[in-house]
């Protein structure tokens, strides 16, 4: 028996929150594009997309300010909700950086001191992590420069990730007055051994994309330098061996007396980022031959594990992040935004350590003594 006379309503229903006010083409901004798919000879596929969400900030390697953590939000929850959309590429302009993070400008001459606003900053940020662990699509870092500090937290929130070898990885927090509270804590015991976890955390030290990928971090790690139509590996970078002298150099720097010559030859390469979008692209297309209700449930039981202890900290990293604005990183974000006029990014560590000895107030006093003085 036909059920037609059964009441449906076959109007497709739009589930974006929000539309495209975020979102933008003039820095800072975060750009929001529908790329088709393609197949492995480069045809498009008719109706199928992956959405590229495009940090665009370059000037400040592309740090987000608050009203890109917003587009950020309304991107991926816009591809979340599109039907048509196989994949997310998480993505910023330009060749020297994915993302370093918050914008320390805004950080020094608006937040520091300002522990509420920076509580409500943070529950934006928050909603930007757990917008990417919630995406109902798979979720690509394409890493087109160094992702550190709050980008390499928003970037291992991510589900899977791709990256060029002149990427570097790694946190700040701790040399700039902050702690990689952003999901560096709960994602890197994941994703590293708990030593190089730690190591990695608190040591400030960026690590070379091979070398991430040599301890599972990042999935795949591609060629971006050409001269004369050949791939030039990062020559900064040791890949020609794996053990040399009984110590691990795979991924690690090159010698100091080869830094120089490595330096040379990048100058004389051109920088192609074409290997990198064929691997986003054959990774969207994998997806794209997946049952996409059985990829999303797979996905999402591997991310239970990290979500599991950043829903347990998020809130109390919240209101700590909040407080500390009026104490420490209100020194380390004014050291770092005041760096052209002193040169010296970071505190006295030695004077603040001597004054934290002695018992010292917090007070404008303190900060005077341990605040580099600008040049004359």
């Known amino acids: 028996m036909a059920l037609n006379w059964l009441r449906r309503d076959n109007g497709i229903k739009d589930h974006a929150l929000l539309g495209e006010e975020h979102f933008g083409t003039e820095a800072p901004s975060v750009v929001f594009e529908k790329r088709p798919v393609t197949d492995p000879q480069g045809n498009q596929v008719p109706g199928l997309y992956a959405a590229w969400i495009i940090l665009n900030n370059p000037t400040q390697y592309n740090s987000y300010t608050t009203e890109m953590v917003k587009a950020v939000i309304a991107g991926f929850q816009r591809a979340s909700a599109d039907r048509s959309i196989v994949a997310a590429v998480f993505t910023a302009v330009g060749d020297k950086a994915f993302c370093t993070g918050g914008n320390t ?35 690509i870092c394409r890493v087109n420069g160094m992702r550190v500090g709050g980008g390499q937290e928003i970037g291992m929130a991510t589900d899977i990730t791709i990256t060029s070898d002149m990427a570097v990885f790694g946190q700040a927090g701790p040399k700039h007055g902050s702690a990689p509270d952003g999901g560096s804590t709960d994602f890197l015991p994941w994703m590293l051994n708990m030593e190089d976890a730690m190591y990695n955390c608190i040591s400030c030290e960026p690590w070379s994309a ?14 971006v330098l050409k001269k004369d139509g050949e791939w030039v590996r990062n020559p900064l970078v040791r890949t020609d061996a794996y053990v040399d002298d009984g110590e691990l150099v795979y991924g690690e720097s090159v010698a100091a007396d080869k830094t120089q010559a490595a330096k040379e030859l990048i100058a004389q390469c051109t920088t192609d980022f074409s290997k990198l979008d064929e691997a986003v692209n054959a990774l969207v297309w994998k997806f794209t031959n997946l049952f996409p209700h059985c990829l999303i449930k797979s996905i999402d039981g591997i991310r239970g594990k990290k979500k599991f202890f950043w829903d347990q900290m998020k809130l109390a990293n919240r209101h700590w992040l909040a407080a500390n604005m009026n104490h420490e990183a209100y020194l380390g974000f004014t050291a770092f935004d005041s760096k052209k006029q002193t040169g010296k990014d970071v505190i006295d560590f030695i004077k603040y350590r001597q004054l934290v000895a002695e018992g010292a107030v917090f007070d404008e006093a303190f900060a005077e003594q341990v605040l580099a003085k600008p040049k004359s």
């Open 105 to 139: 400008a805004e950080y020094a001459a608006y937040y520091s001191k300002r522990p509420n606003e920076y509580g409500e900053y943070m529950d934006l940020f928050n909603l930007m992590v757990d917008g990417i662990l919630n995406c109902k699509k798979p979720v």
């Open 210 to 223: 091979y070398k991430m990928k040599a301890k599972n971090l990042v999935t795949k790690v591609v060629p």
